[in-house]
């Protein structure tokens, strides 16, 4: 089976690329993911004055939805949008010869009833299903959980870092994670 880890890392590289300037590290981003978006669904966003194009979903303004920024050199090449009711957004990417699927969640909290997070995770799992293996995939958004410190039974999906203890939903998006061959970024990075 081919891993996902590694691919991950890579196309991390790809979309995000650094610029110097005066001695100075300077990032320039040209994909970013934004949870609980203030903007009405019905509302048409093209480039702004930046350069950068947003894609939105969203059921009501000023409560969940969110949405995926892309700076205009990558736009063109976005071949498809999906949405998923107001928590999720897929956008597939065709970057020469790589495929790549940038997904934009937002979780129900954790004082949410349990079939609530449920339908939210069946649905992360319809998504992830429709991917072919061998194309890049970037889930961004807020998954409302702790992961923790420990990379106890782990060891694949947790870099080691993290804060606190990890809570039942921590758990569950690191099962998500290893299930599906991936990494939970925020954890491999001390802070």
């Known amino acids: 089976m ?3 880890k590694l691919e991950y890392r890579y196309t991390y590289r790809q979309i995000s690329r650094d610029n ?3 001695g100075e590290k300077k990032s320039e981003h040209h994909a970013s993911s ?4 203030d ?3 019905e509302q048409k966003v093209g480039l702004n004055k930046t350069g950068h194009k947003l894609w939105y979903v969203g059921k009501y303004q000023n409560r969940n939805g969110v949405g995926i920024v892309f700076h205009e050199s990558i736009v063109d ?3 498809e949008v999906q949405r998923y009711e107001d928590r999720v957004i897929r956008i597939k990417v065709v970057m020469g010869k790589d495929v ?3 997904n934009s969640a937002y979780a129900p909290q954790v004082d949410l009833a349990h079939n609530v997070k449920q339908e939210f ?4 799992d319809d998504i992830m299903q429709t991917i072919p293996i061998m194309e890049k995939v970037i889930i961004e958004g807020d998954l409302n959980r702790h992961v923790g410190m420990s990379r106890d039974g782990y060891e694949e999906a947790h870099g080691g870092y993290g804060y606190g203890s990890r809570n039942r939903e921590g758990e569950s998006i690191l099962d998500y994670a290893w299930a599906y061959d991936m990494v939970q970024p925020n954890a ?3 802070k």
């Open 2 to 4: 081919e891993s996902r």
């Open 20 to 22: 110097r300037s005066d």
């Open 34 to 37: 934004r949870d609980e978006v």
């Open 39 to 41: 903007r009405p669904k």
């Open 77 to 79: 090449d976005v071949v």
């Open 100 to 102: 790549l699927h940038v």
């Open 121 to 124: 995770w069946d649905r992360m």
């Open 188 to 190: 491999c990075f001390q």
